[in-house]
């Protein structure tokens, strides 16, 4: 295996030690910023990087009080010949988070950086550094690349709990040292309440960290921040992001479950006053902006823009989709004609695009929702449809005539290399779809793998629908509903790639890393 031998990160990074009381004191952490002025700029939330390619990246911090946001990048954790770059003032308008974009960094390189915090006032007077490392993606392709990928963290009511030690599952994560991680959707559960206890079926009690916020479902602004503030008292996370990227993505539970445009709350639901959900929407997207080092929207882009592509070299190119933003309305997906789908127009237009352009080994479509797998959509008493598949395996209606649209595309453009990565589901599974199984039969095989949860409720396997010739081969689920991470369940996937073979190995992970299941796929062979 040619995987380029950079040295392992350090565990013993300033700002995440610095922030390591959080479990024990969650109100340090959760509350809004204090404005003493007699003291120096801290960020005890830690640094976070994001969508890193070749040359560029992008570090996120947030201050205890107003600041400015400077970042140093090194060669070296000495900060030798460091380059400094000027962030921006951090203050209420952005819950005093900010992200700083890097470029024209040397690729395939670990970075060292740090984050200082300077008072906006006196310059002179600042923080103590926090620290973090990245590596840029590779020039070459004998480097190869390996990322992680999950979702779906503190659902269903499980939250942080130090019992267990919080959400372990990032260590496991950490200690394989990918080149980033894939994060599939869910990152909050802005809509799930979590309660200082919680009684498990056998009698035990899980325990939780609880937070104002995290006391009822998110519709202030102030609540939505709360939710993703939630997520960064836990030290396992605030490591863990110190020392791996991250991509990404969203789907219902930052705002509110299976919700989608123009959507109204019905009044029986009381836990809500606001009932517009695109005014909920709103709001979590901002607060989604604000605590994850995500792109600001580029010139003459739709406002907030999630989905784009992120070049990994020429191994890999990562198109992460926004199936949440863009799509109708949920429905029984019986419509023979469905022109917007889960994508809308404008979205599937780019992604054939740039597939299309994209001269990868391999392509991986990050989706936040599976294809052939029934997720049914019970809101309020409706039998409508979540993700694509509607359960009737004969030809693609509703849905799942703008995913047929795309695979025939990829078939006729003979675009190779493209694998689906999804979580959502809350189990993992491999599925592999062939058009001699299909109702729909004009698309090249292709694989799909779905992992998590990441600390949330797990569930049975989901149910094949047959439009495009699934086939499960492998799954873990509970048999049971709601399972909680206390009874395992918990998952995330590994993705390898050979520098040498140019060959993909999917493993599939068990919360303390424990591999589950193996695929390797090998580049431009079809029908594999």
Known sequence: MSHRPFPGRRAVLRGSLAASAALTLPTTLGAA??????????????????????????VWVRSDRPARMIVETSATESFRRARSWRGSLLGPGTDFTGTTRLHGLPPGEQIHYRVLLADPDDPRRGGEPVTGTFRTAPARRRDGVRFLWSGDLAGQGWGINPDLGGYRIFDAMARLDPDFFLFSGDTVYADGPVAATAALPDGRVWRNVTTEEKSKVAETLAEFRGNFR???????????????????Q?????????????????????????????????????????????PAPRPGAREGRMYRVLRQGPLLDVFVLDMRTYRNANSPGDRTVDPQGILGREQLDWLKGELARSRAVWKVIAADMPIGLVVPDTTEGRQHVEAVAQGDPGAPLGRELQIAELLRFVKHRRITGTVWLTADVHHTSAQHYRPERAAFGDFEPFWEFVSGPLNAGAFPASALDGTFGPERVWVKAPTASNVSPADGYQFFGEVDIDGDSGELTVRMREQDGTVLFTKTLRPGLVGQ
């Open 230 to 248: 939630y997520n960064l008292l836990d030290e396992n996370l605030r490591r863990f992001n110190a020392r791996v990227p991250s991509i990404v």
């Open 33 to 58: 910023p204090a404005f003493a002025r007699s003291g120096r700029p801290r960020a005890p939330w830690g640094v976070q990087a994001g969508d890193v390619t070749a040359n560029a990246g992008l």
């Open 250 to 294: 969203w789907d219902d539970h930052e705002v509110r479950n299976n919700w989608y445009p123009g959507q109204r709350i019905a009044d029986t639901d009381t836990r809500y006053t606001e009932k517009s959900v695109d005014v909920l929407a709103a709001r979590a997207r901002r607060a989604f902006g604000e605590y994850f080092p995500t």
